[in-house]
């Protein structure tokens, strides 16, 4: 989500394949024996296949929000979220795969995270000041799945200005624009083109 949410707020298009990630293309593997997803295959060969790596790329293509001066910390805050707070909230959404400690406690292991945004979020609207920028958008589809694991709980928690930051973002034009329904790609479809 994060990859699509800086490709379309910078206003690059690319060609669509959407991928069922319990039925992946052969094509897919062959560029990305990775095997997940996102994968952005560049003309020139080259393949980027983490959502970080892409949105990174995709401001050095073109960066119309002046997004590029949040790079590092960006990074910095990436690092966290996708090193340490995803492997709780992938615990959390998928308890029962992971008994070694109860639901309870994997969603507790996620609270520092929280409470670390919310804390940024006590002094501006957004992640770096009072405009989203791509920091915000390199943590909040991770935040978005967490919240909704259990929304209430979410709601009920003491951090009201992540609640709101969160709010903020599912309301968006931005957020909206990018939750377009694909059908799975099959060889020899139609091109569907992505932020045209």
Not at 79 to 104: A, C, M, V, W
Request: glycine share 2%.
């Amino acid at each position: 989500m994060r990859a699509r949410l800086a490709l379309y707020a910078s206003g690059i298009t690319c060609e669509l394949r959407e991928v069922v990630l319990r039925d992946k293309p052969d094509e897919m593997l062959e560029i990305s024996p990775k095997a997940t997803v996102p994968v952005l295959h560049l003309q020139d060969g080259k393949v980027i296949d983490e959502s970080r790596d892409i949105m990174i790329w995709v401001l050095e293509q073109n960066d119309p929000k002046d997004w590029s001066k949040h790079v590092e910390q960006m990074k910095e805050l990436v690092k966290i979220n996708d090193f340490e707070f995803k492997q709780h909230l992938d615990k959390y959404k998928y308890s029962s795969r992971n008994p070694e400690l109860s639901k309870e406690q994997h969603r507790e292991n996620g609270d520092f995270f929280l409470n670390l945004l919310n804390e940024k979020l006590k002094q501006h609207k957004f992640l770096a000041g009072n405009d989203q920028t791509i920091i915000d958008l390199s943590v909040f589809p991770f935040i978005r799945q967490f919240a909704f694991v259990d929304k209430d709980y979410f709601d009920s928690l003491p951090y009201p200005y992540l609640q709101k930051w969160l709010e903020w973002h599912l309301e968006c034009d931005l957020f909206k624009s990018i939750m377009t329904k694909y059908p799975k790609w099959i060889p020899g479809q139609e091109t569907v083109l992505f932020a045209d």
